[in-house]
């Protein structure tokens, strides 16, 4: 289910980018992941986050123009894996 | 002999993403400074002044005209406790006048072969108010190594990230652009340094990722080819300005690491398409900079530039405004006509309108350029193109086995600072 995804992404995104000060319940799934009223993350934060899609999901991000709308939030993110993921 | 060398704060350009780069003009004059100096440098960028810190002679070095004012403040503050100042550095040499009035001197021009002289006047309390050597360039050879041990190298580093190293292969430029400074520093005749001392000082830097400053690389096509060809085989990753768009010399830069360029996008054109193409084709990135505010630049033509730069497929964008700094032509032609509406330096930060344009508003160009930043990034976030940036320099490495990884123990800080909690 994508909402258990949602779940554990938020708390692995907080370990693979060192985010303190924050808990995953606050992190809001819908939010943009740059910019204001978002995580506000940066180029360093797509890196760990492509890391860790890679390290936790065996899925691979190559640059490419669908990565903006992949990393838009953390719930794009989570149904990228849910439509990746190899079975 | 104590000498604290002070880099002054400025305010960086709105819109882009923070980053501090490790400062070239001070190494490089601590180069020129006698091995017996004992050199303490301060970026205040990054650092805070302690004033009553113990020294025998302050230098204040200067790039931008944004930093004059904040060197005077420095300059006045420490004189008001008995330590006399010297300033230098290009921003010193476009703003000499106004400098001196704040300095026990002020060097203009280019410091190699010339320190030993100037600290002896120091200490026979002989100091001059000038030291004049702007038209009087020293042999291009003894330009030294640039004393990078000055800097404290944890604070260009951003969450585990050391940053570029900057590094000149040569001086002067054989252009002459309308709102650059460098012909009237520099000269227009194009000085290279010895391959030899090229390979040596890029030998020597411990970093593998380099931002070569030279004005423009496509000086001489002969020069450039070889430089390449000699830096082939140190592996380092470096972006620049301008390449000659040649096949050879395109690829050349790519063996050599070439990892993206700085590219002036001006108007709207198949050249300029072509260019940005001809790069990409080579593998290496463009960060387009962008200048708004020409007298031939309507809104219609900022709209339809903005919208062109995403055709483009740039890899990065960087927008300023056009910007009278003194000694170009641009001054001359806009203080003569009467438009320039700010001659406060702090306001010449590249980010803001302070001359009256031709075709629109001083406020309406203002809007234009902030939209601008907006439109650029609105699809792909700024911080995500950097990202594919940064995956490209990456994959270089990983492909010639450059690779260094991240510094794990700073991955919490960032520019020497901790990291605020989000």
């Keep these: 289910m994508i909402e258990d995804l949602i779940l554990k992404l938020r708390k692995e995104i907080i370990d693979q980018l060192q985010l303190e000060g924050i808990s995953p319940e606050e992190v809001d799934p819908d939010a943009p992941l740059f910019g204001e009223g978002g995580l506000g993350l940066d180029s360093i934060d797509v890196l760990e986050l492509v890391v860790l899609l890679d390290k936790n999901y065996g899925i691979k991000i190559r640059a490419s123009k669908e990565g903006p709308k992949i990393f838009y939030s953390v719930k794009s993110i989570a149904e990228y894996i849910m439509n990746n993921q190899k079975k | ?422």
């Design chain 2, 1 to 422: 002999m104590k000498f604290t060398l002070i880099y002054p704060k400025w305010k960086k350009l709105r819109g882009q993403t923070e980053f501090h780069l490790p400062p070239h003009g001070p190494v490089v004059f601590a180069a020129a400074l006698p091995k017996d100096i004992e050199i303490k440098f301060i970026d205040e960028n990054l650092e805070t002044i302690d004033f009553d810190d113990q020294a025998d002679l302050i230098g204040i070095s200067m790039m931008l005209t944004s930093q004059v004012k904040r060197g005077w403040e420095i300059a006045d503050e420490y004189r008001k406790r008995g330590l006399p100042v010297i300033c230098g550095g290009i921003a010193t040499m476009l703003h000499a006048e106004e400098t001196s009035l704040h300095a026990d001197a002020v060097f203009l021009g280019e410091a190699e072969g010339r320190m030993e002289q100037v600290l002896d006047d120091f200490r026979n309390n002989q100091l001059r108010k000038i030291y004049d050597y702007l038209t009087d360039f020293p042999p291009i050879e003894s330009v030294g190594i640039a004393r990078r041990d000055i800097l404290k190298r944890q604070l260009y580093n951003y969450k585990g990230i050391q940053m570029v190293d900057l590094f000149h292969a040569s001086r002067g430029c054989r252009f002459d652009c309308y709102p650059c400074c460098v012909s009237y520093l520099g000269g227009r005749k194009f000085r290279p340094r010895p391959f030899e001392k090229v390979v040596e000082e890029l030998a020597a830097i411990d970093n593998n990722r380099l931002y070569i400053v030279d004005n423009s690389l496509s000086q001489d096509r002969t020069w450039e080819k070889q430089l390449f060809t000699e830096m082939i085989p140190l592996k380092k990753k470096w972006c620049c300005h301008p390449i000659d768009d040649d096949d050879e010399v395109l690829d050349l830069a790519a063996q050599a690491g070439a990892w993206f360029v700085y590219q002036a996008i001006f108007d709207i054109s198949d050249f300029i398409r072509n260019r940005v193409k001809r790069y990409h084709d080579f593998g290496i990135g463009v960060e387009g900079t962008i200048l708004l505010g020409l007298d031939h630049h309507t809104e219609d033509f900022i709209l339809r530039l903005i919208d062109f730069l995403l055709e483009l497929e740039l890899d990065l964008a960087e927008f300023t405004v056009l910007t009278p700094f003194p000694h170009t032509q641009a001054f001359e032609d806009l203080h003569g006509e009467g438009r320039i509406l700010s001659y406060d330096w702090n306001d010449y930060t590249c980010d803001k309108v302070i001359f009256q344009p031709k075709q629109m508003s001083p406020e309406r160009l203002q809007d234009l350029y902030d939209e601008a930043w907006k439109i650029f990034y609105r699809e792909k976030p700024q911080p995500y193109r950097m990202f594919e940036l940064f995956k490209k320099v990456i994959d270089k490495e990983m492909d010639d086995g450059s690779y260094r990884g991240e510094q794990r123990t700073q991955t919490k800080r960032k520019f020497g600072r901790e990291k605020v909690p989000s």
